[in-house]
């Protein structure tokens, strides 16, 4: 028996379409289902071998329970790495997920040029998870997550260990304890990047954590976005049609929706991301209403769906968030502070109270967002001449000076 070509196309293009719809279904299966197993002692990742940049060491679990078990961590050198010369240690935000076994290492260099630096990777960031925190069924436990992939902020290392540090610069950053202690949020709240986009937000009456995540994305990725946001804002609230536009097009897009990107944070590979973002946000969501204008908190709106499941375990008495106890005044060495106007989850007075909170330090502006990429070569040079000669170098001073600094 023979069949019309037409239909052996038809059925070899039914026959692919079902073994992709397979192959995605288990990768999806794969990806949602909790960590088996962690790398053994000895062991090492296939994609990184160890040689002379990049190290295997044995950390413990628990550091407040040495005596609880151990895991297999790693660290990277910078290309050309010289044993013994000062050395920048690069601690990123566990949320950025920077540093894993094949980091861009052209990134890191855009930012650090001539200094050499190590990389540390953080627990809880792929690969380095733990299968521990899983129950039957993948449930999780949240007192133990919350302990084993507590973050490992630069400031508390600055505060624990700040006898082995020279010089420290941090950039778009705040402080928790901070926060608290001076009765503000820890993130900045929309009325203070746009009181326009505030007024509009606060008129929305349904789908405000979809729109809420897209204006977030759009202040993080253009500091030239406002324009966006604003037509966005205005056909949302019907009263700008033509914006509709702006706000379809960001709609089907994955990097702006919402549903798509709660699925992948939701995912067991992202628990450290949960757990950072619970830490840092978990006081501002106990009382955050977004009700008028000047209290809408763009992160707080979509972070609140997000951490569902951290507020209750707080609620049942699982776990309890305090604010970490730092001892910024008695650091010895020298701190540099960068800030953006345009950053959408710090605010400048933020920046100024954690160059204010320690000995020696100082505080740079820049018109620029939270990521701080309008003036690379600039910045560049302002991180290699404070790392190399500290803040009262010429160098460093000839920065502060620039016309793109703008606290002179």
């Known amino acids: 028996m023979s069949f019309p070509r037409n239909k052996w196309a038809r059925g070899g293009a039914a026959l692919l379409a079902a073994a992709g719809l397979l192959y995605a279904y288990s990768q999806y299966r794969a990806f949602m289902a909790p960590p088996a197993s962690r790398l053994a002692a000895g062991a090492y990742y296939p994609e990184m071998p160890p040689d002379a940049l990049h190290h295997y060491l044995r950390l413990p679990l628990d550091h407040f329970a040495p005596g609880g078990g151990t ?56 690969p380095t ?48 304890d901070l926060a608290r202690a001076n009765g503000i949020r820890f993130s900045k709240n929309l009325y203070e990047l746009d009181p326009g986009q505030a007024e509009l937000f606060a008129g929305v009456k349904s789908g405000r954590t979809a729109l809420a995540f897209m204006l977030f994305k759009l202040a993080q ?41 709660k699925l992948i944070i939701s995912a067991p590979a992202e628990l450290a991301v949960r757990v950072r973002m619970y830490e840092l946000l978990s006081a501002d969501l106990k009382t955050y209403r977004g009700e008028n204008a000047a209290d809408v908190n763009l992160m707080c709106e979509w972070a609140g769906a997000l951490l569902t499941d951290f507020q209750a375990a707080e609620s049942s008495g699982r776990i309890n968030v305090t604010a970490p106890a730092i001892d910024r005044a008695a650091f010895k060495g020298e701190v540099l502070v960068f800030s953006g106007t345009k950053d ?25 967002i939270h990521r701080l990429g309008r003036y690379p070569e600039y910045y560049r040079t302002f991180r290699q001449a404070f790392f190399s000669g500290g803040l009262s170098s010429p160098e460093l001073k000839k920065c502060f000076a620039d016309e793109r600094q703008l606290n002179r």
């Not at 899983?134 to 133990?144: N, S």
């Not at 949302?236 to 706000?247: A, D, Q, R, S, V």
């Open 71 to 126: 895991y297999t961590g790693f660290y990277i050198l910078s290309p050309g790495f010289k044993p013994g010369a000062p050395t920048a240690l690069v601690i990123t935000d566990g949320q950025q997920e920077l540093v894993s076994v094949t980091p861009d290492m052209a990134w890191f260099a855009g930012r650090l040029g001539a200094q050499q630096y190590a990389l540390l990777a953080g627990r809880g960031n792929t």
């Open 129 to 176: 998870l733990f299968p521990e925190l899983y129950g039957p069924g993948g449930a999780v436990d949240y007192r133990a997550a919350m302990n084993l992939y507590g973050a490992a902020l630069a400031q508390r290392y600055m505060g624990k260990y700040g006898a082995n540090v020279q010089r420290a610069l941090l950039e778009s950053t705040g402080g928790l």
């Open 221 to 261: 990725e253009n500091r030239d976005s406002a324009p966006v946001r604003q037509a966005i804002l205005k056909a949302k609230t019907g009263f700008y049609p033509p914006g509709t536009w702006e706000y379809f097009k960001r709609l089907f897009s994955p990097v702006y929706n919402w549903r798509l990107i």
């Open 344 to 368: 959408h989850v710090f605010t400048q007075r933020m920046g100024r109270l954690v160059a204010g909170s320690y000995g020696r330090s100082a505080f740079a502006s820049f018109e620029d």
